[in-house]
């Protein structure tokens, strides 16, 4: 019989060649009392990932504690009735502080229906079945769907560094709004800044994600918490063996940047590391060197963006263009890593030129969303400019609304945000212009004109957004998603899952792509303003 998957606290214990380096690993034990094992024989880890056509197409990643025979996923129906079997690939990387070496495993399942629920089985030689669900995907076709983002989750165990319980919440609150996909908007597991533990404190990160990633798929993008020394030249080593993402088209940055279409709603994920002048991952103890990768592709991410924005705004199966991303333009935080100019002068006119809808972000803790903003105010350090103040029913269109969704389960939390230095009332932001040294705080400010709903509740420094896509009824009719924030206080551990409270909503509105009309996108008002 097949174990079923659940929320498993297993993490594999290995042996490591860094000095002082702990032999058994911490396990909280707030939620659970399954004690670690010394060697886990079965299948760990499970997530899932859409593929290129998520209507068509799922992969299926998963850990184990070493090699092992034949590493496969047997699909069937909703009833349990198995069709055939795909054989995964097999990926490892050796850690380059501590030399551990982890082993995972990706099948891909190719030739699915659109919007079809389906059981799979994870196991390789001698191993019991590992079982799970998914539904793919409704295709191109228009329909109507529910997803979620936050970014900045951690392993959910407070003794790992960076790290508190409210990650387990977070993804067991994911799971409780059962959306059909979830995006992570970067810095996964803090695992540099556990260094000489960096592989164990993925294994607990990815066993905690798996209590829903297993079911639906996680989404992710990278943040500068990716970027761990010792991990190749980018110091992507891990996160790249861990997590199979749709093709870039790309020989030496597969993974690194992605898009995937869900019914008219286009998902695209920037690495936000190559576009930041901010210098803030991990520092190499032997070098003392951070990982620095800003311009590491010379441009090749921001040229597939560019046509991978103009692609979808000319063609008429495309509503919505969401970016996930790690960095952010802007923030009135008062602890703010700052509005990178970077990404105002690569990014923003791409967004702008191709009208753009959302921008998902995290690395700031906190909640703070953006009016629908397009182009720049004039002798500014680019700052975005304001098309509209309605805070409830916004035209997007006209603007691009920019999220930030840092809350998601990390130790720190960012809720107190800087205040007017006038009689306008308008908040001041803190804005990066230049590397600095690492970690060194923004270097010029702002009036913060952009900034629209904040949430200053430090008893709720957690949260997640809510998306709920309805595609309207007729071709060049009307489209919307609602946005649900919701914050969630501290959890403890007689309250381990505190319920979510319901903070900000409001509705994103624009035109299906499906008619004939000269501006069906607004891209002749982004133009003019480009």
Request: with cysteine; charged share 20%; hydrophobic share 35%.
């Amino acid at each position: 019989m097949a174990a079923v998957v659940q929320p498993s606290r297993r993490t594999v214990l290995r042996t490591t060649a860094a000095a002082g380096a702990a032999t058994a690993l911490p396990l909280s034990t707030l939620f659970w009392s399954q004690a670690a094992v010394a060697a886990t024989s079965g299948p760990e880890q499970i997530h899932l990932q859409y593929g290129r056509r998520p209507e068509q197409e799922m992969t299926v990643s998963w850990a184990t504690a070493g090699s092992v025979k034949r590493p496969r996923v047997r699909i069937g129906n909703a009833r349990g009735d198995f069709g055939y079997t795909v054989q995964a690939e097999t990926r490892t990387y050796v850690d380059g502080l501590n030399q551990v070496e982890t082993y995972t495993h990706h099948a891909r399942l190719l030739g699915l229906r659109p919007d079809t629920s389906y059981v799979y089985e994870v196991s390789h030689d001698g191993a019991t079945p590992v079982r799970g669900t998914f539904r793919t995907a409704p295709g191109k076709a228009r329909a109507a769907f529910r997803f979620t983002s936050f970014g900045d989750l951690g392993a959910g165990d407070p003794t790992w560094s960076k790290s508190s319980i409210n990650g387990v919440t977070a993804v067991h609150q994911v799971e409780q709004f059962a959306p059909l996909f979830h995006l992570l908007n970067g810095d996964l597991a803090y695992a540099n800044n556990n260094q000489y533990l960096q592989p164990q404190c993925w294994d607990a990160f990815m066993n905690n994600m798996a209590y829903s990633a297993a079911n639906r798929p996680w989404m992710t993008a990278l943040g500068n918490h990716e970027a761990e020394a010792g991990n190749g030249a980018l110091g992507y080593a891990s996160y790249l063996a861990r997590f199979e993402l749709p093709d870039n088209g790309t020989r030496d940055y597969a993974g690194n940047w992605y898009s995937f279409q869900v019914g008219s709603v286009l998902v695209i994920s920037v690495d936000g590391n190559d576009i930041v002048v901010e210098d803030d991952a991990s520092i190499d103890p032997v070098t003392g060197q951070s990982v620095y990768n800003h311009g590491y592709s010379q441009g090749a991410q921001v040229r597939w963006l560019e046509q991978t924005l103009s692609r979808a705004r000319h063609g008429k199966d495309v509503d919505w263009i969401v970016v996930t991303m790690h960095q952010f333009a802007m923030s009135s935080s008062a602890s703010s890593h700052g509005g990178d100019i970077g990404i105002r002068e690569q990014l923003l006119p791409l967004f702008d030129r191709y009208s753009v809808d959302l921008v998902l972000a995290g690395h700031d803790h906190d909640y703070e969303r953006t009016h629908p903003v397009r182009g720049t105010d004039p002798g500014t350090l680019l700052r975005p400019a304001v098309v509209d103040d309605d805070l409830r029913e916004i035209d997007t269109s006209k603007g691009t609304v920019h999220m930030i969704l840092g809350g998601g389960g990390t130790a720190s939390h960012d809720d107190v945000f800087l205040g007017s230095t006038d009689s306008s009332g308008i908040p001041e932001a803190t804005v990066r212009t230049q590397r600095l040294t690492f970690k060194a705080d923004p270097d010029a400010t702002e009036r913060a004109t952009w900034s629209a709903v904040r949430d200053p509740n430090t008893a709720y420094p957690y949260g997640l957004a809510v998306f709920d896509v309805d595609p309207g009824t007729r071709p060049g009719g009307r489209t919307t998603i609602t946005v649900s924030y919701f914050h969630t206080p501290t959890a403890t551990a007689a309250v381990p899952f505190p319920a979510p409270v319901l903070f900000d909503r409001f509705t994103l509105h624009r035109n299906r792509s499906d008619s004939w009309s000269d501006d069906r996108h607004g891209l002749v008002a982004a133009g003019a303003n480009s």
